[in-house]
């Protein structure tokens, strides 16, 4: 349990009775500091920067056609009729359709076959333990563009282009390393004692796993499966070339498709835009917490 | 390599073990449906059977880790396979493949446009990694130890931590997709934001078409969104790496009289190295592909990475050729990480 919790971040700064050590830090300088001021500023402007383009987006979203030329920052009057035009003239429920069935299905595709894997590396010491985790990294080195290619003529050849299936399994297999390595490092920080007593109490090995383990892995699991659904429902290069017809595609590929040869309806993109990044602002804000634990569950300490 | 392929003779798993030939044939049947069914239903005397307890073992095995290792041979080997393959033949979507050696090879080496594709990702495998993650170690040393000393504490973040780092994390949650149609939007000339805040600070004649045709400013034009987009990812990263360095450390150096700058090359950027090495790895390969932001923000005419390239002669028909770009880009993924492990190895330092 202890590497669990040491890894979420920085801790709580242990109290220690005041030694020696401690007098000797630097006491801290009372009154104006305008060096610190000066590092809030510079930090709030990098917060701006960061927040500006999403500002930008909604501010877009909401603008009527007609103001869409003004080189103003806020239009004079607020239009919601975007989110209803663009979802009225354009495939935009369908893509959103393909998207939470895509993202839903490969996430529960990921648990189900990176959950037992994750949980038999975590626990044996079988023969080529070390080679199947080499593999898992590998394969989270090759770039879906360079493999392109070679699925497009897989599905081809099982005529499975522009199935939902197709996306979901592809999904799935990008998104599999990624768990298998975050849930194995996080069953293995749990102590295998505590199934051990259970399996002296009774149980087997199986009830030892789901009733005992699984429980306490929890909050790895959902670091896992909100990563993967946040990852499939943001997947573009999948959908763009295992999918051509419009209402088959994803939100992600679906939204590009206002993009014109010629002309670009900001409005209305933006509006689509703005209805794919909600769910996942969302999902953020739950597991925000689990992000810091979950990502370095495998690499610190 | 601990598992024992050969049980002990001596073992109690020996007691029991008729040859096979001699088996009963109830309990032949027991072994061939004991690999479907709960141990439960197997004859104890079956299950003493040193052959039982192996064929568990591996019952074991495959019902675990066959379905991902299925996975990854159907949709990442055997594609990557099937692209190497197919990188020697002139298959152009139909039925025939036929074999032509080294000709998209040589194709390629003669190809101009694919050669200025490759100095533009390789200019971007270089720089972007080293922007990124000085940034991202910056910020996270500024959110770990960057604030006023307080009493009773070596080292501390500045005021509001937690919230600068949800806010540099958030590009990462969405879509890259989208984050280039954002920007395109940002960059664009006559309404977009970066021009409208020159104008409005005073800067003015700073004002550009920043994807509008120049090489150079369309680079950077993209260097900064990668590198803007993936930041956030390296300040938790590093942050959540700094904060596992036991605060004695700190507390020693600040007695040894080192400064904020000796601190964090002598202490801090050693100590979290290997992360730091992980991360250039990740960061690198990101770059190299960059496919949805070129593809969707910047124009063809000013500058093209070699994925993009490579998926316009896929949108040809040209499929052999594409998938040899393709096989050339892996290889060039591969030498870059071996590259980075090499030039940064150096010794673990254990706290």
């Known amino acids: ?301 | 390599m601990r598992t024992r392929t050969r049980p002990d003779p001596s073992g109690p798993a020996t007691q029991g073990t008729v040859p096979w030939r001699k088996l009963p044939p109830g309990d032949k049947l027991a072994f061939a449906v004991a690999v479907l069914l709960p141990p439960r239903f197997t004859p104890a005397r079956v299950r003493a059977d040193r052959r039982y307890r192996t064929l568990d073992k591996y019952r074991f095995i495959v019902g675990f880790l066959i379905l991902p290792l299925a996975f990854y041979a159907v949709f990442v080997i055997s594609p990557f396979f099937q692209a190497i393959y197919y990188s020697f033949t002139d298959w152009a979507g139909g039925a025939t493949a036929n074999f032509v050696g080294f000709d998209n090879y040589v194709k390629m080496w003669n190809d101009e446009k694919f050669w200025s594709s490759v100095q533009t990702s390789l200019l971007l495998l270089v720089f972007v990694p080293v922007v990124t993650l000085a940034l991202g170690i910056f910020f996270a040393y500024m959110i770990t130890a960057g604030g006023r000393h307080r009493r009773g504490e070596a080292v501390s973040g500045v005021v509001g931590s937690s919230f600068y780092k949800v806010v540099y994390f958030f590009p990462q949650v969405l879509s890259i997709a989208l984050i280039a149609v954002v920007w395109q939007q940002v960059y664009s000339s006559r309404s977009g934001l970066l021009n409208g805040l020159l104008g409005e600070v005073g800067l003015g004649s700073l004002e550009q078409r920043w994807l509008g045709g120049d090489y150079k400013l369309g680079l950077f034009a993209t260097m900064a969104v990668i590198a803007w987009s993936f930041v956030g990812f390296y300040v938790v990263l590093f942050s959540a790496a700094m904060g596992a360095i036991p605060k004695d450390i700190y507390e020693a150096a600040l007695l040894d009289g080192a400064g904020r700058g000796a601190t964090f090359f002598r202490v801090t950027l050693p100590l979290i190295w290997d992360t730091v090495r992980t991360g250039w790895i990740y960061m690198g390969i990101q770059a190299l592909d960059a496919f949805a932001v070129v593809l969707i923000m910047v124009p063809g005419h000013v500058l093209k990475v070699t994925p993009v390239y490579l998926y316009e002669r896929f949108r040809e028909g040209q499929f052999g050729y594409a998938t040899a770009i393709g096989v050339v880009l892996l290889v060039l993924s591969m030498a870059f990480t071996l590259i980075v492990m090499r030039i940064g190895r150096r010794e673990t330092i254990e706290y």
């Open chain 1, 1 to 301: 349990m202890a590497t669990a919790t040491q890894t979420a971040g920085p801790g709580p700064v242990k109290e220690g009775p005041a030694g020696p050590a401690k007098r000797t830090v630097r006491p801290p300088r009372r009154g104006f500091r305008p060096r610190s001021l000066v590092i809030a500023a510079f930090a709030w402007l990098l917060a701006a920067l960061f927040l500006a383009p999403y500002l930008e987006m909604i501010v877009t979203a909401l603008r009527p056609a007609d103001e869409l030329r003004d080189r103003t920052y806020l239009p004079d009057k607020l239009d919601w009729s975007n989110f209803i035009e663009v979802w009225r003239e354009s495939s935009l429920g369908n893509n959103l359709q393909v998207t939470l069935l895509v993202a839903g299905g490969s996430t529960l595709l990921v648990l189900l076959v990176s959950l037992p894997a994750a949980y038999y590396t975590a626990r044996m010491k079988f023969r080529g333990r070390k080679w199947f985790l080499l593999l898992v990294l590998v394969t989270q080195m090759f770039q879906p563009t360079a493999l392109l290619v070679g699925l497009y003529r897989e599905f081809y050849q099982l005529d499975m282009l522009n199935s939902v299936w197709t996306l979901i399994l592809t999904n799935a297999a990008f998104n599999l390393a990624f768990a298998v390595w975050i849930l194995t490092a996080y069953i293995g920080s749990i102590p295998q004692e505590l199934e051990e007593a259970a399996m002296v109490d009774g149980t087997s090995r199986f009830g030892a796993m789901t009733r005992v383990t699984l429980p306490l892995a929890l909050p790895g699991v959902v670091t896992a499966v909100i990563f993967t659904f946040i990852s499939a429902w943001n997947e573009f290069v999948m959908g763009l070339t295992l999918s051509t017809e419009p209402d088959k595609q994803p939100l992600t590929v679906g939204i590009n498709n206002f993009i014109g040869a010629y002309t670009v309806q900001w409005n209305y993109l933006f509006a689509a835009s703005v209805v794919a990044i909600v769910p996942v602002i969302i999902l953020f804000a739950f597991i925000e917490r689990h992000v810091v634990s979950g990502l370095t569950a495998g690499s610190v300490k």
